[in-house]
């Protein structure tokens, strides 16, 4: 019996120098390429600004990140390809708005938001912008609404797809300012652009990157800044915090995350380099040019902040009566 336990023993003691700790792989991690899910096409601003952090995060962390496109669900088919791989750090996602308004309109999920991702770092929001067509007899944001009220359900505006960010700017317009604007979905802001420049739509909401083109060459007419600030390339537009909505703020935002139970020394580490790299002069320079806003830059920041939107859209999406089941 005693020559088994110390057989037993010997047998443990040598078998132990090859069983890893975890603080030794969280230690030597990245090891080997990380993979950046965007949850949609090529092109996009999302993919765009996954590429610009993808070489000088490449090199801070001394591995390829690899830039993975998940198109399909509004986000939700990279949501979910994120939400079920290992927490092992070899896997980010850039998670746009969608991140927090699928939680908001989705009565089943097949992931909890909060429960099934561990937020990283906040990369930044990028306005949207009220639009009417350059022709449209509302020169000001009071004349529009004006119109609106005297003649409830007269007037339309396009968004580029169900529970995106432009939605939910619409939809908290009309709560807001209390008037009667019907709601038209497009599949994609070029559509929904090319409608209000075509006068089959009154108007739209846009991101800044994708409108300013139409704005600069004046076939739009910029009416209002969704966001709490004027955008520096916009800066005669006024918000509608200005135009008397106190508190209003519906912008596209963007932001890496990783599966749940990511090790705290990674996340840590990602967050770091992150911030290191958006500092960059030369990516602060893009970043300004593409008028994307830095917000909080810890982990536990962006985790209330994503809280604090799916609070918030959920909100404005049961008072417009947005559901998917």
């Known amino acids: 019996m005693l ?3 110390i057989l037993k023993g010997i047998g443990a003691a040598a078998l132990a120098p090859l ?7 969280e230690a030597k991690w990245p090891a080997r390429s990380v993979r950046m899910v965007v949850g949609f096409a090529p092109g996009g601003t999302a993919d765009i600004l996954a590429r610009k952090l993808q070489s000088p995060l490449s090199m801070r962390l001394e591995q390829t990140i690899l830039v993975e496109n998940r198109a399909g669900a509004g986000g939700m088919t990279a949501e979910l390809e994120v939400a079920r791989s290992p927490a092992d750090g070899y ?8 991140h927090a308004s ?3 309109i989705n009565k089943k999920m097949p992931y909890d938001t909060e ?10 929001s990028i306005p949207l912008v009220l639009l009417v067509n350059q022709k449209s ?14 003649k409830p359900g007269s007037l339309n505006y396009a968004f580029p797809g169900l529970g995106l960010s432009h939605q939910f700017a619409g939809e908290l317009l009309k709560q807001r300012a209390n008037v009667d604007i019907q709601a038209i979905s497009y599949r994609g802001t070029a559509p929904a652009l090319n409608d209000v420049i075509g006068g089959a739509v009154d108007m739209t909401f846009g991101t800044l990157p994708a409108v300013m083109g139409a704005i600069k060459g004046g076939i739009v007419r910029p009416l209002a800044i969704t966001a709490p600030q004027r955008a520096e390339s916009l800066p005669d537009v006024p918000t509608l915090v200005e135009l008397g909505f106190p508190g209003f703020d519906v912008s596209e935002w963007f932001g890496i995350v990783a599966p749940a139970n990511t090790p705290q020394a990674i996340v840590a580490r990602v967050n770091a380099e992150t911030n290191t790299v958006l500092g960059d002069p030369a990516l602060q ?8 806003v830095r917000g909080t830059t810890t982990p536990d920041g962006f985790r209330r902040f994503i809280s604090e939107e799916i609070e918030k ?6 008072k417009a009566g947005i559901s998917v089941d």
């Open 91 to 98: 896997t980010l996602e850039l998670c746009v708005s969608t």
């Open 115 to 124: 429960r099934d991702f561990a937020p990283v770092v906040f990369v930044g």
């Open 137 to 150: 007899a509302y020169k000001t944001l009071p004349e529009l609404l004006a119109a609106a009220k005297a």
């Open 19 to 25: 069983a890893t700790p975890l603080w030794a792989e």
């Open 313 to 318: 859209l959920s909100q404005i999406a049961a």
């Open 102 to 104: 699928l939680a908001a």
């Open 285 to 292: 320079l893009w970043l300004k040019q593409n008028n994307v």
């Open 3 to 5: 020559r088994r336990s």
